[in-house]
Structure formats: C-alpha cells, structure tokens
C-alpha cells in the first residue's frame, strides 16, 4: 500500500449504478474483489501509469473495478472512475500550473487526443462525477465534518492496521452544512468552497448512499500516533466551541489536531 495517499469514497446502492455496471456487478456478483484487492489494484494502475507512459486517454476498465460495503447484508458499491478521476487530475494541474508548463509532462497531441475522446465520454455520461477523491501526505481537516467518532473503525490494510470512518451520505450532507454555518463568520474563504464544494459532490449520489474516509497508508505516517487519533471528534469539538462563541477553547483543540497533522505533511516535503 502505498504510504502517502487517503481516501473519501461513497458507496451507492446497485440501483444506483449504470444500468452496464448492474449488469456486470449482478454476473459477478459470487466473486466480488475485496476492498483491500481493489486498493492494491487501483494503485498498481496509478504507479504503472506514472513510470511507463506520458500519455493520457479515457480507456475503458474492467466493469467490475469496484470497491464493496456490507451494511445490515447489503452490498454498497463505490466504481474506481479511474478515467474520470486521470482526466480530473490532469486538467486540474494545467490549471495549476498553466498549459506551457503542462506541455513539458504530457505531450500536446496526447492532451489534444485526450480532451476529445474525453469530450466524447462526457458526452455519453453527462451527470458522472467521481465516486473516489484522493489526497497525498495526509487527511483534509474537512472530510472529518462528514463524520463523528462514534464512527470511528481500525481494519488491517496489508501488514498494517489503518483507520476508517463510515457514514451514511444523508449524515454527512447535514455535518457539512451545519459545518459551513458555525464557520460562516470565520475569515477563511478556501475553507467555505471546500465545504461548499463537499455538499455539492455529496449531493450527487443517491440518498441511501455511504461515506467512507479511509486513512489507507497514511496511517502509517501517524505511527504511535495512531492509536490515539481521533481527529473527527476534535474537529467537531472544535465546531461545538465556535458554536457557544468558545474561541479559545476551539483554537486550542484546533491547533492539537494540526499539530498531528503538520507532522505528517512534514513527510512530503522530507520525500
């Protein structure tokens, strides 16, 4: 597993997914892969994209590339999207970094091949986003508004043990927006549109949905820390003081659990 990389996913019902994915799912459905096989799987096709090739298309992908959720005997599913997330990725960076600078990693006639076939694909799959965000060299403090302690697991990921949360996506919708409320006098403006920006990505998937952040391999970066962490419940133990006008009490719990975390970007700039 990869030491670097976190995960928000959302799980959605079968009668949610495209009718070619139910399809697909329901032939397989005695021989579904494993969360731990599917992570291992997505991050073999990510290095080996990154090491073997500068060019970018919207292949297809095995339909059954999913990661499973049991709740209460019933299976939730969360497809990989790993077209949809590499051409996200990607235009994201040549906004970042501008079109000059882009050219130098992917090949002009690449990207050019890329944007129309994946003009093409968006045109077939209009409302599709992502099922999958992705961060490297730690957990972003706004995920941890979707969920609360009490939804707190370890799981063993490999050799190692990591941490997860689970919620239900009508959970995580109303903690983002009482979230966004409480922080409305706050002067952080990238804070709100990440909040703003979570709502409406939640917003997208079918109301009896799951929300899942998984530490993956970040966990091993927190070492002793891990046992101990329970950023979730100081992130809303914060809130709950900013509520009640509380600074202080707020800034001290916030500046705990950034301290943590600052320790763990500490390792990207050390790689």
């Keep these: 597993m990869l030491p670097y990389a976190s995960y928000l996913r959302v799980y959605e019902p079968l009668s949610a997914l495209s009718p070619e994915l139910r399809e697909s799912l ?17 991050q073999r096709t990510g290095l080996a994209r990154a090491v073997t090739s500068s060019t970018i298309s919207i292949e297809s992908v095995p339909d059954c590339h999913v990661y499973v959720m049991m709740r209460g005997g019933r299976p939730y599913f969360c ?41 093409h694909w968006r045109r077939d799959n209009p409302q599709a986003v992502p099922h999958i965000r992705q961060v490297t060299w730690g957990v ?16 063993q990921a490999g050799r190692s043990v990591s941490l997860r949360y689970r919620a239900r996506v009508r959970d995580a919708r109303q903690r983002a927006a009482i979230a966004r409320h409480v922080l409305l006098g706050i002067d952080d403006t990238d804070l709100l549109d990440e909040l703003a920006g979570l709502g409406a990505w939640l917003g997208a998937f079918h109301d009896d ?19 101990v962490d329970h950023s979730a419940g100081e992130i809303h133990e914060a809130l709950d003081a900013l509520r009640r ?27």
Excluded at 26 to 42: F, K, V
Excluded at 250 to 257: G, K, L, N, Q
């Design 140 to 155: 972003p403090r706004t995920w941890f508004t979707l969920v609360v302690d009490d939804e707190r697991t370890s799981y």
């Design 26 to 42: 329901s032939d397989a459905e005695t021989a579904l892969p494993s969360s731990s096989a599917t992570l291992a799987d997505e």
């Design 79 to 119: 497809p990989v999207d790993m077209p949809l997330r590499s051409w996200l990725s990607m235009t994201s960076l040549i906004h970042s970094i501008g079109g000059a600078a882009a050219s130098l990693i992917v090949p002009p006639e690449s990207l050019a091949l890329a944007d129309e076939q994946f003009l």
């Design 209 to 227: 949905s799951w929300v899942e952040v998984d530490y993956a391999g970040v966990a091993d970066l927190l070492g002793e820390q891990l046992a």
């Design 245 to 271: 006008g509380d600074l202080a009490t707020a800034s001290s719990i916030y500046r705990h659990f950034e301290e943590r975390w600052r320790a763990v970007r500490g390792y990207e700039r050390a790689n």
